[in-house]
């Protein structure tokens, strides 16, 4: 439902998106509104988030994604398998690393277990809060997480890796069969709500993949969705994560983002070390390799591999690999580790 806040949110998102597009800084349509949104949070500005149109907007990528798997892309995966072997193991230092550090800043036990696994965000807070710990600092410092990653990695992109970030996110709408744009409509609304129903984690994403993944392999779907329709998912995106910083005192600002931000440093070179070691001994390119460690969100991640024109089967199912292993083995790992499980003082 469209109240005022939300409807005067939207018109700063899309403010922003026009003056980053008018000044011609890079993603426009993904750092405008992540920045309107954020300096207006910070600020103190009373803005709303979408709920389920934002939700519904990263359909858009998971179809984006499903429409890349082609019977190519499975040849490939075997290849892939060495790289991902390597998850586990960085999912395990970032714990061995992150815990500790969480609990020398003052965080008790659950909300420092659960703050340092790389997982999605509202999974680590459902589950961080369910246990026992501070939901508002988990959503901060994850939100800090996407924030700090989706920010840096476009100027490591270009920078160290030269990448133009003009790759093509898909074709215009009008140049796409009609047929195909309403099976990947389809897709995507059956996907998430089929995901949701099932309980498939990330069914936003995750049950449009599977969808368009299965019409592609089938031979019907032979494009991503159109370029409008990715705008779109990015413009919505840019505007949940500076949203998530509505109401956030100084306080929080000084002890709980100051610290996500000092964790995405050291998540940020362990990713670098894994990158090094990956494209040294040849088992990926440079590009595809730090995407695919790069600790951002999946939605993310997915965008920036768009316009970064990567691989974008490659990049996915690393980051996959990485969210399943964390949602399924984070609550079992609390549990052997005996963090404990009841509201910390």
């Known amino acids: 439902m469209f109240t005022k806040r939300r409807l005067a949110t939207l018109g700063l998102a899309i403010a922003g998106a026009a003056i980053f597009k008018l000044l011609h800084l890079p993603l426009p349509f993904l750092f405008g509104p992540m920045a309107a949104c954020l300096i207006a949070a910070l600020a103190g500005a009373n803005l709303q988030g979408l709920g389920q149109i934002s939700v519904a907007a990263r ?44 609990r020398k800043m003052g965080f008790g036990p659950v909300t420092s277990w659960y703050a340092a696994m790389p997982g999605g965000l509202q999974d680590m807070v459902i589950f961080g809060t369910e246990a026992g710990g501070d939901g508002r600092a988990l959503s901060l410092i994850h939100a800090t997480r996407v924030l700090v990653i989706v920010s840096v990695a476009p100027l490591i992109l270009t920078t160290l890796y030269g990448v133009k970030l003009t790759g093509a996110i898909g074709a215009p709408m009008m140049s796409l069969p009609a047929g195909e744009l309403v099976l990947m409509a389809v897709a995507a609304v059956v996907g998430w709500k089929g995901g949701e129903r ?6 936003s994403i995750l049950g449009p993949m599977i969808v368009t993944a299965t019409l592609s392999l089938a031979g019907l779907i032979h494009a991503r969705p159109p370029a409008e329709a990715i705008v779109a998912a990015q413009l919505f995106i840019g505007l949940s994560i500076g949203v998530h910083y509505v109401g956030v005192t100084w306080g929080e600002l000084r002890r709980v983002v100051t610290s996500g931000i000092a964790f995405v440093l050291i998540l940020a070179a362990l990713a670098a070390g894994f990158t090094e070691v990956i494209t040294l001994t040849g088992l990926a390119h440079p590009v595809e390799a730090f995407l695919a460690f ?18 974008l089967g490659f990049v996915v199912l690393h980051h996959l690999t990485r969210i399943v292993l964390v949602i399924l083995g984070a609550p079992i790992a609390a549990r052997l580790m005996r963090v404990r499980t009841r509201p910390e003082d």
């Open 59 to 102: 359909t858009i990528l998971g179809v984006a994604v499903g429409a890349s798997i082609t019977p190519e892309v499975l040849t490939r995966v075997p290849q892939m398998m060495a790289t991902v072997a390597l998850i586990p193991l960085y999912v395990a230092l970032i714990g061995l690393i992150g815990v500790p550090f969480f």
């Open 198 to 203: 099932l309980g498939l984690f990330g069914a």
């Open 294 to 311: 790069a600790p951002g969100g999946q939605a993310e991640m997915t965008v920036l591999s768009l316009v970064a024109g990567a691989d």
